[in-house]
């Protein structure tokens, strides 16, 4: 589409998934962050805005959905609808919002389209869409090379149709042009010279460069600001401009305590717009300062000052995220929509030299009419049909239930459909890529609460934690690998208490990875040669996973380390 519309030179070498422009986005392979863009087709500007697909990351799609009229939903050509496809259409009928179904990658040899569609179909019956909403337009496409068309069999040699389908289906902004001004914050970005930067689409009046306004607060609790700089999206920028009329989507500067969720509104008689709603946070994490023997030595902000004030200001950007003060003064607890969404954070403060550590993410249950409950979320598992009994195996031992089994595609393999408890999913996705060697394939999203499910098995093997500091030896690693599958290397400093290891058998054990062997006098009378295996390399997501109760993961810009919990060990050992 961008590059059709000549957003780009003919000449110009473009990066592929150039909307996913953050570091994370690019190595991970998904959207993150809502983009702003905008095209124009025939003397019309399209406002286009990239909103992740994933349902960790849902308050992105919550926040922006009032800043469009329609969305246009990507779907496989094989794989159909996936759960994370439910979420974003779920919200955007919610909205009313109109819908253009675009079946992607219509020339891969096992595409199936007509399935597809009726499968996109059944999905609006589910979400209780209208009968208007139910009649969509359909667009297929080839992405890769830039085609499209109403028929399967019959594509155009570029996106024309689904430009047209564009004009065609999705309604102009419903907007009062000649009404007071208003304008709803749904984002904000913050710049070293302009400040903090406020973004949004106009949905009355019009905003001009240096004029007064009202800024309004969800409780029409309202103060006075000055509009700085102007600005509006064309291609990959923003151009600056005097003035904005309604319908637009525009940034601001000059207002530098502005939050998402508020309205910038005529002085004189402007009221706030409604607020914007995001659903509740399901997992929560503890966040705390360093408290190894290593503290200080590989990251710059280490104090709990440093670690509330970072956490606090998340807040200012990240709808979905709450957070709030711990049992003690350098401990706060972080909630989100799932794993990934505190993975995300975790992992960008690492980089920006932040060092801490985290516990466990647990679960937020409720207690209704006395009744406890606890969030599921629907698992969708594509599986190679020898490998279905050990993720079977796997889903049953987590307490999920099977909704559905199909065949998805002449390559043997199958779609899995289950209703999972959130706790069972934690832990799950290398579980399951392990049984399958790989080639498994999981999705998953929030479905709703219900009844707690009982207890939930545990990991099969306890941890290998080092008694004693110091560094680790290649005659110790030899001895302590008979015993499990160690994480560290000769030569590598550990602290006392830093987990070493996995062991194979159930429960703890302790043992000394940094023992020198004995110089003696005696001289062996055979040469012997010992294989010292390569230590098991593992991620922050994999240390997340991981841990237990009793056990944290120490977070620096350098290192990625586990450790038990002396809290906690104490009061076991008491």
């Known amino acids: 589409m961008l590059r059709q519309s000549k957003v780009f030179r003919d000449n110009q070498v473009v990066q592929e998934r150039i909307m996913d422009s953050n570091d994370l986005e690019r190595e991970r392979g998904i959207t993150i962050l809502s983009k702003n863009t905008s095209i124009t087709y025939k003397g019309t500007k399209i406002n286009i805005i990239d909103t992740p697909g994933h349902s960790d990351f849902g308050g992105e799609v919550e926040r922006v959905l009032n800043m469009v009229e329609g969305i246009l939903l990507v779907v496989d050509s094989v794989e159909g609808p996936m759960p994370q496809t439910r979420f974003v259409l779920k919200k955007a009928l919610e909205f009313g919002h109109a819908v253009v179904v675009v079946v992607n990658k219509v020339d891969r040899p096992i ?56 004009l065609r289906c999705i309604p102009e902004p419903r907007i009062e042009k000649d009404g007071a001004l208003q304008m709803l914050v749904t984002s904000t970005e913050y710049d070293e010279h302009k400040g903090r930067i406020a973004i949004g689409r106009l949905h009355a009046g019009e905003l001009k460069r240096g004029m007064e306004v009202k800024v309004c607060t969800p409780d029409d609790a309202c103060r006075i600001g000055k509009i700085g700089e102007l600005f509006v999206y064309e291609n990959f920028g923003r151009v600056p401009v005097e003035s904005v009329s309604a319908g637009d989507i525009c940034a601001v500067c000059g207002i530098n305590d502005i939050m998402i969720g508020e309205t910038i509104a005529d002085k004189v008689s402007g009221t706030a717009l409604p607020t914007i709603k995001i659903e509740e946070p399901t997992v929560r994490m503890s966040f705390s300062i360093n408290t190894s023997p290593f503290v200080g030595k590989e990251g710059k902000f280490v104090t709990s000052r440093n670690l509330r004030d970072r956490l606090y200001r998340e807040l200012e950007r990240n709808l979905a995220m709450k957070v709030e003060d711990g049992e003690t003064a350098d401990t706060f607890l972080v909630s989100g929509r799932g794993t990934l969404h ?9 980089r920006e030299g932040y060092e801490f550590m985290i516990g466990p993410p647990k679960v937020i249950n409720k207690t209704v009419n006395g009744k406890l409950l606890e969030p599921y979320e629907i698992a969708a598992i594509e599986v190679p049909e020898e490998y279905m009994g050990s993720v079977v195996e796997l889903l049953g031992k987590r307490r999920g239930q099977m909704l559905d ?53 545990s990991r099969d093997q306890g941890s290998l934690v080092a008694f004693e500091g110091g560094s680790t030896t290649s005659y110790a690693c030899v001895n302590a690998q008979e015993r499990g599958i160690l994480f560290v290397k000769p030569g590598q400093d550990i602290y006392k208490g830093q987990i070493v290891g996995i062991h194979q058998r159930p429960g703890d054990l302790a043992l000394n990875v940094c023992k020198k062997k004995a110089a003696t006098n005696v001289r062996s009378n055979k040469e012997t040669t010992v294989v010292l295996d390569e230590p098991l390399s593992y991620s922050l997501d994999d240390c997340i996973e991981y841990i237990q109760e009793d056990e944290l993961v120490e977070v620096t810009p350098e290192s990625i380390r586990m450790s038990k919990n002396p809290k906690i060990s104490k009061k076991k050992n008491n």
């Open 111 to 166: 595409a199936r389209p007509e399935f597809v569609v009726n499968s996109t179909f059944e999905l609006f019956i589910e979400l209780n869409a209208t009968d208007e909403q139910c009649d969509f337009q359909t667009v297929y496409a080839i992405g890769l090379k830039g085609k499209a068309g109403i028929s399967a069999d019959n594509l155009a040699d570029d996106l024309g149709p689904l430009f047209e389908a564009i």
């Open 342 to 350: 505190l993975t995300i954070l975790i992992e960008n403060m690492r």
């Open 405 to 457: 089994m199909e065949a998805s595609g002449p390559e043997g393999t199958s779609l899995l459909k289950y209703k999972v408890p959130t706790r069972g999913l934690i832990g799950l996705r290398n579980a399951i890529l392990t049984a399958s060697r790989g080639r498994a394939i999981l999705n998953t999203i929030f479905d709703s609460y219900g009844p707690w499910a009982g207890d939930i098995s």
